[in-house]
Nanobody, 125 residues
Framework: QLQLVESGGGLVQPGGSLRLSCTPS????????IGWFRQAPGKEREGVLC????????YYADSVKGRFTISRDNAKNTVYLQMNNLKPEDAAVYYC??????????????????WGKGTLVTVSS
């Protein structure tokens, strides 16, 4: 029943930046690890990265290392995905999801408990 809400998606040119936000609907994120996933047209949903309750990141996709970072602000009850130097292959619907305490190492969507409906990121010139 509990859901997350993503925001911040939009159209950006290659090399540009976006910051996505993940906020809960009716609960606190303090004791949850939050993962970001993405799904491009015709492809399976893949894990991007995750942050645990100790604010430690786990990168699921090697392709975003050095470009994407994740952070959390417990006072604002929000987790952010900062995306820099965006590439056309980054275009996808981005989802955030909650898991208890720790980031699953494999990035499998199956073990996450609560999900948002996604926000669309388009990278095009």
């Amino acid at each position: 029943q509990l859901q997350l809400v993503e925001s911040g998606g939009g159209l950006v040119q290659p090399g540009g930046s976006l910051r996505l936000s993940c906020t809960p609907s009716g609960f606190t994120l303090e004791h949850y690890a939050i993962g970001w996933f993405r799904q491009a047209p015709g492809k399976e949903r893949e894990g991007v990265l995750c942050v645990n309750t100790k604010r430690e990141p786990t990168y699921y996709a090697d392709s975003v290392k050095g470009r994407f970072t994740i952070s959390r602000d417990n006072a604002k009850n929000t987790v952010y995905l900062q995306m820099n130097n965006l590439k056309p292959e980054d275009a996808a619907v981005y989802y955030c999801a909650a898991h208890g305490f720790y980031c699953p190492p494999s990035g499998s969507r199956n073990v996450y408990d609560y999900w948002g409906k996604g926000t669309l990121v388009t990278v095009s010139s």
